[in-house]
């Protein structure tokens, strides 16, 4: 079937809108239209080539909710009508340890949504900036928000399960403190559920426009950056620090706010690297420097039931297709609260 859709035909170019071919869907596939797609930071760099492997043209989405309007004859899980999210993964090996024990996003043979290869035609997978996808029933995800919030659910699919998941491998809950550094797309989100999980929440921010946002998301306390004295305030404190920005930065100044044998788990993903650690930081109090990479389908199924149960979507601003290249040049400004999404309708000339 061929669709409308945006995607750019190589790096230095701007979205243009397209005509993609999605395959008819086999015996274990779901046919979903797309009503809303949200816009990642990762889409922005993966487009515009700046990180490797970029295959054109190139459309992007990895959060994306719709309806199934087609499933094939072994879904059993899924019906036409349904209300269902995609994520960042398509497809893995589906037997490896990984894959068994739910965390296909580390799986080695992971397809993502899209700039993955895949049989069908470009070559590569083809993202939900589009009318239309269809995927193997295993990474189908259930919504249960209700139909009004659909499109600040689109979100929850990269910058909710991108938090949720080190939240969760990290046990937060009640009587633990967190630091979520960053107020964007992924921060905004990381406050909401480490408050909702039980946690004490310190946000931090370069931002003094931004403390009382990020009380109104849920912080029970706000750290400006770029003052030394709330920085050294919360020093040897935080059981976990997630770490959203994707831009280098200073990682010592964080490092040293951490208890003995707690963690800062890094989330965002800049262009190019941070500044190196000093070791000392680590070792003398056995901290820990870790990254979380999305979640698999299972944890991410468990995330949006959280949210649905405990009514959290993301903070969005609704945009037709023609908008999408402004929307970049606004989301490297930071000039979004939080997220951009797609209204898909929009695609159709």
Known sequence: MTIHAYGAHAGDQPLVPLQITRRAPGADDVQIDIAFCGICHSDLHQVRAEWAGTQFPCVPGHEIVGRVTAK???????????????????????????????????????????????????????????????????????IRHPQAQLAAVAPLLCAGITTWSPLRHWNIGPGKKVGIVGIGGLGHMGIK??????????????????????????ADEVVVTGNPDELAAHRKSFDLILNTVAAPHDLDALLILLKRDACMTLVGAPASPHPSPN??????????????????????????????????????????????????????????????????ATLAP
């Open 193 to 218: 559920l480490a408050h909702a999980l039980g946690a004490h929440v310190v946000a931090f921010t370069t931002s003094e426009s931004k403390r009382e946002a990020a009380r109104q998301l849920g």
């Open 72 to 142: 094939g004859a072994h879904v059993a899980a899924f019906e036409v009508g349904d209300l269902v999210g995609v994520g960042c993964i398509v497809d893995s090996c589906q037997h490896c340890e990984d894959c068994d024990q739910g965390l296909e996003n580390y799986c080695d043979g992971m397809i993502g949504t899209y700039n993955f290869p895949t049989p069908d035609a470009p070559g590569h997978t083809l993202g939900g900036y589009s009318q239309q996808i269809v995927v193997h029933q295993r990474y189908v995800l259930r």
């Open 279 to 344: 070791v000392f930081n680590l070792i003398t109090k056995r901290r820990t420097l870790a990254g979380s990479m999305i979640g698999g389908i299972a944890e991410t199924q468990e995330m949006l039931d959280f949210c649905a149960e405990h009514n959290i979507v993301s903070d969005i601003e609704l945009i037709a297709a023609e908008q999408i290249n402004q929307s970049y040049e606004r989301m490297l400004k930071g000039d979004v609260k939080y997220r951009f999404v797609i209204d898909n």
